[in-house]
Nanobody, 125 residues
Framework: QVQLVESGGGLVQAGGSLRLSCVAS????????MAWFRQAPGKERDFVAA????????YYAASMKGRFTISRDNVKNTVYLQMNSLKPEDTAVYYC??????????????????WGQGTQVTVSS
């Protein structure tokens, strides 16, 4: 497993942008599929985006595609989530997750074994 630490959350007005970062411990970061999930109060943890170890393939939830971009820097052991055109319904705690696998075989929370502590994103209307 890897240790994950997210940062970059905060308060932003609707239409604004934020970039979340997640730094992973360990020396084999490139072996991990990385993903972002989010969880609003009283709701389930939902998939946002995922990226393969090489960064060559990315996957998005339908409602985020075109607004959010996931990327990674394997030298810095960091995965990013660039969020543009934010809406109040994007308000949630955003979690970084990792899975030691070469491909994205599933995008449910149970498909990922390592999690960060989460970072709060609040979008005001």
């Amino acid at each position: 497993q890897v240790q994950l630490v997210e940062s970059g959350g905060g308060l932003v007005q609707a239409g604004g942008s934020l970039r979340l970062s997640c730094v992973a411990s360990g020396r084999i970061f490139s072996r991990y599929v990385m993903a972002w999930f989010r969880q609003a109060p009283g709701k389930e943890r939902d998939f946002v985006a995922a990226i393969t170890g090489s960064g060559g393939n990315t996957y998005y939830a339908a409602s985020m595609k075109g607004r959010f971009t996931i990327s990674r820097d394997n030298v810095k052991n960091t995965v990013y989530l660039q969020m543009n055109s934010l809406k109040p319904e994007d308000t949630a705690v955003y979690y970084c997750a990792a899975r030691n696998a070469p491909v994205v075989a599933g995008v449910g929370p149970r498909d990922f074994g390592s999690w960060g502590q989460g970072t709060q994103v609040t979008v005001s209307s």
